[in-house]
Nanobody, 115 residues
């Protein structure tokens, strides 16, 4: 059974940094297409960053140059390093895995950026 557990969210001032973690079980992050999404109040869920099983990364234009997605195969964990945070980055952040035709989601972690 695949499970994704996010952590690392919190309250931070504008310009600050956070690192989100997504620990996977029941699957291997190195063999999956992994991604981070976010959903702000009243808005649709949007893709923030993705990392394919081949290591190709993609970012939303709004976070390019500020956020970095990475994975640690030994720890079976995917990270989202977020620097230069802005109030508009405030959202619930979700980890997503596409693995062996399955589509899996974590429970989300809240990120709040104060101005």
């Amino acid at each position: 059974q695949v499970q994704l557990v996010e952590s690392g969210g919190g309250l931070v001032q504008a310009g600050g940094s956070l690192r989100l973690s997504c620990v996977a079980s029941g699957m291997f992050v190195a063999s999956a297409n992994m991604a981070w999404y976010r959903q702000a109040p009243g808005k649709q869920r949007e893709l923030v960053a993705s990392c394919s099983s081949l290591g190709t990364t993609n970012y939303a234009d709004s976070v390019k140059g500020r956020f970095t997605i990475s994975r640690h195969s030994t720890r079976n964990t995917v990270y989202l390093q977020m620097n230069g945070l802005k109030p508009e980055d405030t959202a619930v952040y979700y980890c997503n895995a596409i693995y062996r035709l399955g589509d899996y989601w974590g429970q989300g972690t809240q990120v709040t950026v104060s101005s």
